[in-house]
């Protein structure tokens, strides 16, 4: 059974600090989704990586997938209080089915005013 | 463009009844996707149905069951619902089959059995 895991779980910082999020696993994905959910709506496609060593920036977060494809990791920079969230990655699982994906457990963001 | 809908939005449901839950996918899209959020946790897979197929299922029991209808809609039931089942349900849509196209949720269904 493929997993991902998130870490840090949760995560509380200031306005104006720089964090980065990893998701990593013991199996080699094709690609790799983020998503940022907000309590009681749906997740939010942010990026998929498919390279190995592959880095995508959207504007204040930054991508990288790793060159095994095995883990990939979000960095934000000068983090808001918008930036506030679920982070979750998550990872296609073609295994038995026509593909579904497996998501990590998420990192829970708070940024502080 | 309309995002992927999903109606109810929430739900309170007895143990033992059953529920239908609904999803309009995004317009052109052909394939739909059901996941099960337990608070806490990441979504888990359930159903993908493609062309009214079903696709792909989850490590999920035989309560849960699903259809897709010419307009590419769907609709998840769950039966003889345990309280468990008490979790954020959601839709996701694609172009084609998950495993080619990215896929796009709606904002889920609350459901929660007492």
């Avoid at chain 1, 940022?36 to 880095?55: D, N, S």
């Avoid at chain 1, 073609?94 to 829970?108: A, P, R």
């Avoid at chain 2, 317009?27 to 959020?37: A, D, F, P």
């Avoid at chain 2, 699903?66 to 590419?72: K, L, T, V």
Wanted: aromatic share 10%.
């Amino acid at each position: 059974t493929q997993l991902l895991e998130q870490s840090p779980q949760f995560l509380s910082i200031q306005e104006g600090e720089n964090l980065t999020v990893y998701c990593n696993s013991s199996s080699v994905f094709s690609s790799l989704q983020w998503y940022r959910q907000e309590p009681g709506e749906g997740p939010v496609l942010l990026v998929t990586v498919v390279t190995g060593g592959e880095v995508k920036k959207l504007k204040r977060l930054t991508f990288q997938f790793g060159d095994a494809r095995k883990d990939s990791s979000l960095h934000i920079t000068a983090a808001q209080p918008g930036d506030t969230g679920l982070y979750l990655c998550a990872g296609m699982d073609y295994g038995g089915s026509q593909g579904n994906l497996i998501f990590g457990k998420g990192t829970k963001l708070s940024v502080k005013p | 463009d309309a995002g992927v809908t999903q109606s109810p939005t929430h739900l309170i449901k007895t143990r033992g009844q059953q529920v239908t839950l609904r999803c309009s996918p995004i317009s052109g899209h052909k394939s739909v996707s059901w996941y099960q959020q337990v608070l806490g946790q990441g979504p888990q897979f359930i159903f993908q149905y493609y062309e009214k197929e079903e696709r792909g299922r989850g490590n999920f029991p035989d309560r849960f069951s699903a259809r897709q209808f010419p307009n590419y809609s769907s609709e998840l039931n769950v039966n003889a619902l345990l309280l468990g089942d008490s979790a954020l349900y959601l839709c996701a849509s694609s172009l084609g089959l998950a495993a080619n196209y990215e896929q796009y949720f709606g904002p889920g269904t609350r459901l929660t059995v007492t």
